[in-house]
């Protein structure tokens, strides 16, 4: 498990979260992704790909998780 942290010290667990929290303040130089590694910043969270996402706009961090998602609409087209 990986912890992932703003340089404002808000922890998450997924880099999904963490975007969005960054979104919430955008252009804001007291927020973005505390590297513990440099090298971190090549696939930094700003730059990875929500691969996890329903129609109605909730997006997940797993496969696992979206399916959960799916499974509490079982067949509203809202939900796919």
Do not use: Q, Y
């Not at 912890?3 to 997924?14: A, E, L, Q």
């Not at 927020?31 to 090298?39: E, I, R, T, V, Y």
């Amino acid at each position: 498990f990986r912890d992932i942290r703003c340089k404002c010290g808000f922890t998450c667990g997924s880099i999904v979260v963490l975007k969005k929290h960054m979104e919430r303040f955008a252009g804001s130089a007291e927020h973005g992704p505390a590297l513990d590694d440099p090298a971190d910043e090549l696939a930094g969270p700003a730059e990875v790909e929500i691969d996890f996402e329903c129609k109605c706009g909730f997006t997940a961090g797993t496969k696992k998780a979206l399916e959960k998602h799916f499974a509490r609409f079982p067949g509203d087209a809202k939900h796919a």
